[in-house]
């Protein structure tokens, strides 16, 4: 973007929905203007003291069916535009289970990204046009907030907690990503880009990233030091579940329920072991929050995501787990 | 302040209590709003941790929290007492009630200044060597220490009114049927009731276990 | 326009010493104003105080529009800047916007306008005031110390945790503030409940006592919520208790609904006495009855109310559930309604009046204008999805200031024109003032209008530098900033000019209806001779020539007289 | 105003008849305070009984009705004055507000967007898993 801001590009599938609100709105609006300014105008014109126009008493009958009405109108008005509104961002909420899951972590004052197989970037993102994407994104500090306008989206991206944002990218390009909740001294610095590229350039783009990169290295010491890897070894005598190749995979829990293997599952999983019990085993794993650092726990969740299916080498990145 | 006299913009007496009387209740909702929107923190806090806000709840001294209730209780009867022959022009009754109000309000910041050198000891203070272990205790015990701190304050503020006009009638500076005494009376029955609330949630949570 | 200037004028041949024995003069030193209890007096020590805070964050304003001059950060560093508009934020929100209207106007005016000798609580009122200097004083030397780099909504857990200003301090200014306020309020509902004058219904009392008593309904209600979520960050600094820590599982969208839940309806609290302010005025010189009287009261107490209900759209973003969103989302619609009414029946108010264009009329029309513009985006950030993309944009600023200060400050300057020669007895220069309420409306929509511009296009707000592609709209905002100052400025000279050489203005100089108008300017110490006894409604104007002076009129008579 | 006038007042503004002497006073206020000890005790009591959820519910429920005692007895809401009522009952209404929509933010907060140090969500006490130590 260069020149003179006004209306930025519509970049992705709910941005024209957006616009098409945004107009409706400000040619309703500018009417609304419009006539108030008439009425204003028109009035302190003709009503003048000392114009010949004719005053004296309003019936009160007319009074009070003005009053209505545009109590009326105004709410029907405001009804309109709340259920075209709502409508449209329930529409934008349907989220793909098949969506590409890419991690953001948001910290004073930078923004990074890791990608299904490992490959990291930082404050830039890169994604394939016409994708399903799903942004899992959490913060290390204070409350930062995900924006690109040119997606018309934004989400806050809280610490202890994580929030997602679904998009599918409509457009090529580069657009400008900004941090939009004050998080500090460097909050304008806090900025990015979002680079959409065709999907097969953008497979390009990822296979050149630096593959099997040290925080699944990292991890994978971790997963022996902290002792992951006496239960969850194949040798290992306890009855644990097995995890390579778990990434991407649904998972049968003891409740009956079943959920996939996101890293959400996986998360919460090693902090909190006895919330999603897997089928078949017993809790006995100890929970983890608090024992483990964010970036441990990132470094382990980076090798348990990069972990093949049984009969490839550990350690390996595996291809992108559950796109067509 | 010769309560009793007529103030500037009034034109009756009976109005000016009415006024004085209205006025501490908008105070008080606004008291209840302050103490409301903390225990709504409070409750909304251990909705998400419900098990360490337990573990807390177990922590706190029972003992201590159920005397203490029954103190305050017995406190705003006789604040109640103390109002009623105050306005009736009980001077003795009045003394008396008032008397016993501010003693058993002593006996209740006693007890709980104790409470809290125990607690100390037990390392609930929710800083380094905390006792419990789940994160979410030392929340809970955030919420302990703030909300027993400044229900303290507001109790040590309604003792001091409750001392000073008390003061003014038995030296004859203020008559009895001031408006005063039902103001203060109010403001003491709300702290009372906002502990009302604070025993369950501080200290009855978890003990079925 | 010069016969009626003879009718605001005092006779020079009147007696020698024309003014009675007033407030003003009726006790002499500095002691008797800094222990007064006259409802009067405090309204006026209220206004200095206030002139003092707004100057402090009109200074943060002026810092904030030079350094976005240029994209680069050049003119301060990144946490000056941060302090900067932490210091305008906090400042003009709580020290300037809140008490603005109420406590000055409102003060001087209500027991005048409801025919009282004073508020109910006269000491409270000097005590308010008093919690208030000690609060801006805490402020101060938090500003004094270094600062503080919150924003106004000292959000958690960068407030809590990761901020380097005196948070403490200026979160202990604002909880005293806010207990100034609630003192206010409460006074002015009990004054409101129990002193009216003999005859004066409820569906009497003129539209600002009803926003004003709207308004401190808001104030006793909300205002301890945000002292509640204060005090839990002051806990959390100052003693280390971890309420808000992510660590230990602390929400941090906790403390954001706590603080809305106050930070909404101060929107209210701003904006509610301001529609009072106008009806007033725009009665007064159309010479009309307002337009659908009880729909405006129930307008008031509407906003009021479901004010409380709608502070979730601040929080689309945040995290908080879709659902919730949807609910705050329809409630923030439904709000609009009561806004719409209120502009429509102000300009129909014009019809068929006998209009003329004195400066307050001026402020006035300015101020509809503005808060139609406010009001019609606010519609926008009610919208779930248009807000996603706006929200915390330089949308959001031009929007609120639309309200705020296109509305709020326009409407205290319209008053404080409007009631000037009341307060005073001096009538300053109609001329300068005319010029003033121009300048103002043209150099606030030149500031303020390229926000929105820039805030769709995405130029997220607390930026110290931004991209280059903003400059223009920064320019733009930066030079009207500079007609805006000037007409903020220019009152205030011509004001201070009035008080030694205005003309002595007569006691109704608009010819207004109302109860202040019917004691001396400035009124005596008790405010009136003999009380007031109420026979008739509110606004019964009668246009000029079509009958006699409303004063001498039966109630309830047609208004046009000749139908 | 004399003394006699506003004496005669006072007894006008009582939609309750003012009790006058010591035995009245008592005779309406101990009972009230019994019941209150009462309620007290069986909060205490009921807290122990398990009742998983419904525990703090019932606690509260008490605390409620002993607010309610109190206001009507002690702080003379039975009063028929529509001011005090007004105002004892508006902030009720509005802790009601933030309450409800405070909750029904957290009810329905998509699962991620939940604490990730979650305990489990019924009252039950943690499984005692080896080497933790109890409370």
């Known amino acids: 973007m260069s020149g003179i801001a006004f209306w930025p590009p519509a970049a992705s599938e709910v941005a024209a929905g957006v616009d098409a609100i945004v107009i409706a709105m400000l040619a309703i609006s500018g009417a609304i203007v419009l006539l108030v300014a008439a009425l204003l105008l028109g009035f302190a014109i003709r009503y003048r003291r000392g114009s010949a126009a004719r005053r004296g008493e309003l019936p009160e009958l007319i009074q009070k069916e003005v009053e209505v009405g545009w109590t009326a109108a105004t709410a029907f008005l405001a009804m309109f535009l709340f259920a075209w509104a709502s409508i449209a961002v329930l529409g934008g909420q349907r989220g793909d289970p098949d969506a590409l899951e890419i991690h953001i ?90 680079v959409v590229m065709e999907p097969e350039d953008y497979a390009r783009w990822r296979a050149a990233q630096p593959q099997a990169d040290d925080l699944a290295r990292e991890g994978r010491a971790l997963f022996e030091s902290v002792g992951c890897s006496g239960c969850h070894a194949p040798a290992s005598r306890v009855h644990a579940p097995e995890l390579r190749g778990l990434y991407g995979r649904q998972v049968a829990l003891a409740d009956g329920s079943v959920r996939r293997a996101d890293e959400a599952y996986l998360r919460d999983s090693i902090l909190q072991p006895r919330r999603d019990i897997a089928a078949g085993y017993e809790p006995v794993m100890p929970p983890f929050a608090g024992i483990l650092g964010e970036g441990e726990l990132q470094a382990i969740l980076a090798y348990l995501m990069s972990m093949p299916a049984r009969g490839a080498s550990p350690g390996e990145p595996r291809n992108m787990s559950s796109e067509p | 302040m010769s309560g009793g006299a007529l103030r500037e913009p009034w034109h009756s007496l009976r109005r000016q209590r009415e006024a004085a009387s209205f006025g501490m209740w908008l105070f008080l909702a606004s008291e209840a709003l302050l103490f409301g929107g903390l225990i709504l923190a409070f409750i909304a806090t251990r909705w998400f941790h419900p098990a360490a806000f337990a573990a807390a709840g177990r922590e706190a001294d029972i003992v201590y929290g159920t005397a203490n209730t029954l103190l305050l209780l017995t406190s705003s009867l006789t604040m109640a007492v103390g109002a009623q022959a105050a306005r009736a022009e009980l001077p003795r009754l009045a003394g008396r009630a008032l008397g016993l109000t501010l003693a058993l309000g002593l006996a209740f910041l006693c007890l709980k200044g104790l409470e809290w050198r125990a607690d100390l000891a037990k390392g609930l203070w929710p800083g380094p060597g905390f006792a419990l272990e789940q994160p979410a205790a030392r929340i809970a015990f955030a919420f302990y220490w703030l909300l027993t701190g400044l229900h303290g304050l507001h109790l040590l503020g309604g003792l001091s009114a409750i001392a000073w006009l008390a003061g003014q009638a038995v030296l004859g500076r203020r008559p009895w049927r001031s408006p005063a005494f039902e103001a203060a009376a109010l403001y003491w029955h709300l702290i009372d009731v906002v502990w009302m609330f604070l025993y369950p949630l501080l200290y009855l949570d978890g003990r079925a276990a | 326009m010069s016969e009626l200037a003879a009718g605001r004028v005092r006779p020079a041949e009147g007696p020698a010493e024309p003014w009675p024995d007033n407030y003003l003069t009726a006790e002499q030193g500095l002691g008797s104003w ?17 002139l003092a805070f707004f100057v402090i964050g009109g200074f943060g304003a ?16 990144a946490d000056a800047y941060n302090r900067m508009f932490t210091l305008h934020g906090t400042v003009m929100v709580w020290f300037f916007l809140v008490p603005s209207i109420p406590n000055t106007l409102g003060n001087f005016l209500l027991p005048l306008m409801i025919g009282a000798r004073d508020l109910a609580f006269p000491r ?98 909300a205002t301890p919520v945000l002292a509640a979520s204060l005090l839990l960050i002051v806990a959390e600094r100052a003693f280390g208790l971890p309420v808000f820590d992510p660590a230990q599982g602390g929400d941090p969208l906790l403390f954001q609904h706590l603080f809305w839940f106050y930070s909404h309806p101060a929107v209210y609290i701003m904006i509610l006495p301001s529609f009072g302010v106008i009806s007033e005025i725009v009665t007064c010189f159309a010479r009309r009855r307002i337009f659908g009287y009880t729909f405006m009261v129930y307008a008031i107490l509407w906003i ?237 104007y009668h246009p000029e020539a079509e009958g006699p002076h409303h004063s001498e009129r039966e109630p309830h008579q047609n208004q046009g007289g000749n139908l | 105003m004399s003394g006699r006038s506003s004496r005669r007042s006072s007894k006008r503004s009582l939609g309750e008849a003012t009790p006058r002497s010591a035995g009245a006073i008592l005779a309406r206020s101990l009972p009230v305070w019994l019941v209150l000890v009462g309620l007290a005790l069986a909060s205490c009591a009921l807290a122990y009984l398990p009742m998983g959820r419904w525990n703090m519910a019932v606690s509260l429920g008490i605390a409620a009705a002993k607010m309610l005692l109190i206001g009507l007895f002690f702080m003379h809401l039975r009063r028929p004055d529509p001011l005090l009522r007004l105002a004892g009952g508006a902030w009720l209404l509005w802790v009601g507000f933030l309450a409800a929509l405070v909750f029904a933010d957290q009810a329905t907060r998509a699962p991620l967007t939940q604490p990730e140090h979650m305990e489990d969500r019924t009252m039950e006490p943690p499984e005692t898993a080896g080497g933790r130590s109890g409370f």
């Open chain 1, 105 to 194: 972590l948001a910290r004073q004052w930078m923004w990074k990204a890791r990608h299904p197989d490992g490959a990291r970037e930082i404050d830039a993102l890169h994604l394939p046009r016409g994708e399903p994407v799903r942004l899992v994104m959490r913060s290390e500090d204070v409350i930062h907030s995900f924006y690109v306008p040119s997606f018309r989206l934004k989400q806050d991206v809280l610490p202890g907690r994580m929030t997602q944002l679904s998009l599918k990218p409509t457009q090529t390009g580069e657009f400008p990503l900004f941090c939009a909740e004050y998080c500090g001294t460097l909050h304008s610095r806090m900025l990015g880009k979002v």
């Open chain 3, 34 to 50: 800094l222990l007064t209890t006259d409802h009067k007096r405090i309204a006026l020590l209220y206004m200095a105080t206030l």
């Open chain 3, 62 to 77: 002026v810092m904030i529009r030079l350094e976005l001059f240029t994209p680069e950060q050049d003119l301060m560093t």
């Open chain 3, 124 to 221: 409270v009122n000097l005590l308010s005031w008093y919690l208030f200097v000690g609060a801006g004083l805490l402020l101060v030397v938090a500003l004094v110390a270094g600062g503080v780099d919150t924003g106004w909504t000292f959000y958690t857990p960068f407030s809590t945790m990761f901020s380097n200003g005196y948070v403490l301090l200026a979160a202990l200014a604002v909880i005293l503030a806010g207990f100034s306020s609630i003192a206010t309020g409460l006074n002015f509902i009990a004054t409101v409940h129990l002193l009216r004058a003999p005859g004066m219904h409820w569906f009497r009392l003129p539209l600002l006592v009803w926003a004003l008593y709207g308004t401190s309904v808001v104030m006793v209600l």
């Open chain 3, 304 to 540: 009021a109310v479901v004010g409380f209900l709608v502070w979730g759209h601040h929080m689309f973003v945040s995290g908080q559930s879709l659902f919730t969103s949807l609910v705050f989302s329809f409630l923030s619609f439904v709000i609009a309604v009561p806004s719409a009414i209120k502009v429509f029946n102000w300009t129909f108010t014009l019809y068929r009046g006998q209009i003329t264009f004195e400066a307050p009329m001026l402020y006035a029309l300015g101020f509809i204008g503005l808060f139609t513009l406010g009001g019609l985006t606010g519609l926008f950030l009610a919208a779930i999805p248009i807000d996603v993309h706006v929200t915390d944009t330089y949308f959001v600023v031009a929007h609120f200031h639309f309200i705020m200060v296109g509305g709020a400050v326009t409407a205290l300057y319209g008053g404080l024109s409007f009631w000037w020669p009341k307060i005073t007895g001096r009538l300053y220069p109609e001329g300068w003032a005319r010029f003033a309420a121009i300048l103002m409306f043209f150099g606030f929509a030149f500031t303020f209008f390229p926000m929105f511009v820039m805030g769709f296009a995405g130029m997220p707000r607390r930026y110290a530098a931004y991209p280059p592609e903003f400059q223009i709209w920064h320019v733009m905002s930066s030079c009207g900033a500079v007609l805006l100052a000037a007409a903020y400025l220019l009152p205030m000279a011509y004001l201070t000019f009035s008080l030694f050489r205005g003309a002595r203005a007569t006691d109704d100089p608009w010819d207004a209806t109302g109860l202040e108008w019917r004691t001396a300017s400035p009124p005596p110490r008790g405010n009136f001779g003999v009380l007031p006894v109420v026979a008739e409604g509110p606004y019964l």
